[in-house]
């Protein structure tokens, strides 16, 4: 069984910067990508930034674009969320997501049911 595990979160003002880390733990020889979903109270979960295992593809919702980069750690068992330039909207519950198998499909990636793995989630606030 997979466990993924984050941290990094904390609370910013506009403009500032976080980075959001996720471990996976456990059976995790077999991972087609992980990535960053987030929600707010009262919304469902966006897709926020995939990485397909081994770094090859990146892909990042429309509006952290530009301000965002996901990344794996070279034990490829981590994968980090670089956030700049943060704004109040950013606020959010950040959760780190896994998918099984050997292939990610670039089509489902914003689908939350997607994935097969959820870690418990790290809280990023920023503040105006």
């Known amino acids: 069984q997979v466990q993924l595990v984050e941290s990094g979160g904390g609370s910013v003002q506009t403009g500032g910067s976080l980075t959001l880390s996720c471990a996976a733990s456990?059976?995790?020889?077999?991972?087609?990508?992980m990535g960053w979903f987030r929600q707010v109270p009262g919304k469902g979960r966006e897709g926020v930034a995939l990485?397909?295992?081994?770094?090859?593809?990146?892909y990042y919702a429309d509006s952290v674009k530009g301000r965002f980069t996901i990344s794996q750690g070279n034990a490829k068992n981590t994968v980090f969320l670089q956030m700049n330039n943060l704004k109040p909207e950013d606020t959010a519950m950040y959760y780190c997501v896994a998918k099984d198998g050997a292939y990610c499909w670039s089509g489902s990636w914003t689908i939350a049911e997607y994935y097969d793995h959820w870690g418990q989630g790290t809280q990023v606030t920023v503040s105006s």
């Open positions: 990485v397909t295992t081994g770094g090859s593809y990146n």
């Open positions: 456990g059976d995790i020889d077999s991972r087609a990508c």
